[in-house]
């Protein structure tokens, strides 16, 4: 069984940082893409940032130069580091993975997803 589980959400001030950690389980991490999405509330989830298995990245371009995805698959997780956070920032994130090797910012054709992690930015 395919598990994903987010950690290292929290509240913070805008111009701080944050790093959330997605830990996989049940599936061959390094075989497949990770992807990081979030949803604020009323709003669709979007995507933010994903990693290949060549561990190629791609970004959002309203986190390009601030949000750094990486991948350790000795560990089995995939990382979200955010720096200069903003309040627009702010939503619950969430970790992916699919049955491919490349990253895609459709959501349906991500299949496993995580409970997720709250990200608050506000002074």
């Known amino acids: 069984q395919v598990q994903l589980e987010e950690s290292g959400g929290g509240l913070v001030q805008p111009g701080d940082s944050l790093k959330l950690s997605c830990l996989v389980t049940?599936?061959?991490?390094?075989?497949?893409?990770m992807g990081w999405f979030r949803q604020a509330p009323d709003k669709a989830r979007e995507f933010v940032a994903g990693?290949?298995?060549?561990?190629?990245?791609t970004y959002a371009d309203s986190v390009k130069g601030r949000f750094s995805i990486s991948r350790d698959n000795a560990k089995n997780t995939v990382f979200l580091q955010m720096n200069s956070l903003e309040p627009s920032d702010t939503a619950r994130y969430y970790c992916?993975?699919?049955?491919?090797?490349?990253?895609?910012?459709?959501?349906?054709?991500?299949?496993?997803w995580g409970q997720g992690t709250q990200v608050t930015v506000s002074s």
């Open positions: 990693i290949s298995k060549n561990k190629w990245t």
């Open positions: 992916a993975t699919r049955d491919g090797t490349t990253v895609t910012t459709v959501l349906a054709s991500w299949g496993y």
């Open positions: 049940g599936w061959p991490f390094g075989d497949y893409a």
